[in-house]
């Protein structure tokens, strides 16, 4: 949002731009605008700018010139036809669109090769994803003028252009003040922003550092008006305001010594090659996309042999997002955001720079669209990049063979790994999306997440203030007057299988301590018991250390020199929710009840919640696609792994929360004769 610029003066905004204007100067050597257009573009290409617009268009000789896009993107295509595309064909392109209609939600489908409108329906069960263009920023820059906005943030001190009131989702919540089944809401709580720098004229740069705790606002989006103000600190002492903001910008803070240098780079330039969307890379070939919901997504990922692609997985992206707060408070209950489906992980990505990717990496813009369907380059949203993890990919020394000439008792092999980054920043949290290959056949997907933490203002300063046990209640001090809240973070991906072929199996390799002879010599072995997973409904997975499992995706056709079926090995941490899944806003993210589903292959199930995530109904999505129980022996079959985590805040998260790492890995099980990284150059 550029909703701040309002705040600066004209001169400081033009020696901030000029300045900013040198330094990507000086960089831009190190940038690449873009990947060259392949001459066809392939079935898994994101929308070009001339796609956007002619799917627009199509929508807009039905509807009207004041439709409202919330996304349009690529439809999945058909995959058995896409599978038979060949470089330089014709391949099938569509467009699935999400849009406002005389602000009534639709979905619609739109052939772009024949430029024919496919289907166009109204959106049952949700609403589509929230607009920034055509509704957030509008918003916030016409509540910083609303005399009712003004009228109540002056009655808590604070004069106009000092505080801003941000938007954010609210599920099926509030539904006694306005139907969100038929009107699109959104609830805006407020903060105090003035700047202690540039003779007050800058905002503070840590917007979420101090709320004007008890004071919101409940908005009808499709009537354009507000529906409820609410102050409930009226008549109470309310938490303090004006306080440190806790700036973390390099002119604000005491920096210990820089280090020396320590560096990666490419003299001799990169190991991959980009022919269009497709990478190529150690043996590794994927198609890479960006989507406006999903961000990048990952197509035919697979290995290059002599004998052509051995294909791993069709299809992998993030599925949804479900960040629920944990605090009764009239002013938190109903904070639980589909960050996904509500905002776009796409949408939200942000300029990489700085520290995001090292110095050595490749830069890509993508193709996005405003409210209006018109394309723009949003610019370096993407970086790639190899580099050395630190580790050697294996490693031997043998002591036996110490001092026998000719022998060399010592073998070790430089580990590298090729990583594709996009960074999401959402409200206070930022989201780095990698996915890293490993010349050993396996690929992570790393979630990073850093950024703010949601505070709660307080009246408490410290624990010996004497509020200070009802106020730590539902989360930790970590800064005078400021909770930060408990809450979670789960993230479901979506992995579409396709081991040595589209028809596939899944397992699990239960390990078991089967009882023993009572003449053995030991009674505490564990052995393998393979599990055969038949149908969807038995698909679905607890983990649990107590009876720990592998969890295989194999193929039911080929096999490897021993005899074993080639497969992929699914790892992830164990993440399950606390709270009783009849919470309701865990009902509508009903995929977090099981670490892992499984379901057959189908062209429009891609998200975890539904289509219509924003104030959707209950139990969408996964719980719907299940509900067949088909057969998955044999068949084209998806994963949908879950990962996260608790977040119980800390001092240490103040004022930006130190990065954290979770991860899905993909590794490979007996899908090769021998270790991939073996013939490694030493």
Known sequence: MRVLTKFALPITVAFIAAFAWGLDQSIQENRTTKAEPPLMASPWDGLSAAEYERAAEILRKTHGETILFTRISLRQPEKAAALTWREGGVAQRSAEVTFLAKGKPRLAQVDLTANTLVSDQPMRGGHPMLSSSGELEPLVMKMMEDPTIL??????????????????????????????????????????????????????????????????????????????????????????????????????????????????????????????????????????????????????????????????????????????????DPNWFYRAYFDMGEYGFGNMATQLQQADCPSHAQYFNVTLHGADGSPFEAEDRICVFEYDPGHPSWRHDEPLLAGIPGVDRHQSRKATELVVRMVATIGNYDYFQDYVFGQDGRLRIRLISTGLDATKAVLAASLDSPTAAQDTKTGTLIAPHRL???????????????????????????????????????????????????????????????????????????????????????????????????????????????????????????????????????????????????????????????????????????????????????????????????????
């Not at 002056?154 to 000092?162: D, L, P």
């Not at 009226?234 to 903001?245: G, M, R, V």
């Not at 720990?548 to 194999?554: D, H, I, K, Q, Y």
Request: charged letters at 25%; glycine letters at 6%.
């Open 151 to 328: 009228a109540a943030l002056e009655k808590r001190g604070v004069k106009a252009g000092k505080g801003i009131c941000l938007p954010r989702t609210i599920g099926r919540f509030f539904n006694d003040k306005v139907d969100t089944r038929k009107h699109r809401v959104v609830r805006l709580d407020c903060f105090y922003i003035a700047g202690t720098g540039a003779f007050g004229v800058l905002p503070s740069s840590n917007i979420f550092a101090r709320p004007i705790e008890g004071l919101a606002f409940l908005y009808n989006l499709t009537e354009d008006k507000i529906v409820e103000v609410i102050d409930t600190t009226d008549e109470k002492i309310a938490p303090p305001h004006d306080l440190p903001s806790g700036e973390f910008s390099r002119d604000k803070l005491d920096t210990r010594a820089s280090l020396r240098p320590v560096t990666s780079a490419r003299p001799k330039g990169v190991n991959y090659k980009l022919s269009g969307s497709r990478v190529d890379w150690q043996g590794w070939q994927f198609r890479l996309r960006f989507d406006a919901r999903q961000g990048t997504v990952l197509n035919r990922v697979g290995h290059r042999t002599a004998d052509g692609l051995r294909p791993v997985a069709y299809e992998i992206a993030m599925s949804e997002m479900f960040v629920p707060y944990h605090d009764k």
């Open 484 to 682: 930060g809240v408990n809450h979670d973070h789960f993230f479901s991906y979506r992995i579409d299988f396709d081991i040595d072929g589209t028809d596939n199996n899944f397992s699990r390799l239960q390990l078991v301590a089967p009882k023993q002879d009572p003449e053995a010599p030991r009674q505490g072995l564990w052995s393998l018991r393979q599990q055969n997973v038949v149908n969807e409904k038995m698909a679905q997975t607890d983990m649990n250390a107590e009876r720990p499992a592998v969890l295989l995706f194999s193929s039911p056709e080929r096999k490897n020199a021993m005899g074993y079926p080639t497969g992929y090995q699914l790892m992830m941490p164990n993440i399950k929710p606390l709270v009783s899944p009849m919470d309701e806003t865990f009902k509508r993210a009903y995929w977090v009840q099981k670490n892992l589903w499984v379901t057959r292959y189908k062209r429009d199930e891609i998200f975890a919640s539904g289509m219509q995530v924003n104030q959707s109904a209950p139990w969408l999505g996964l719980p719907e696609y299940i509900a067949d129980n088909e057969s998955l022996e044999g068949q084209d079959i998806v994963a949908w792994a879950t990962m996260g985590f608790h977040h119980v805040p800390m001092a240490e998260d103040w004022p930006v929360m130190p990065s954290k790492v979770d991860e899905i890995v993909l590794k490979p099980r007996n899908f090769f004769d021998r270790n991939p990284a073996i013939d490694l150059a030493d």
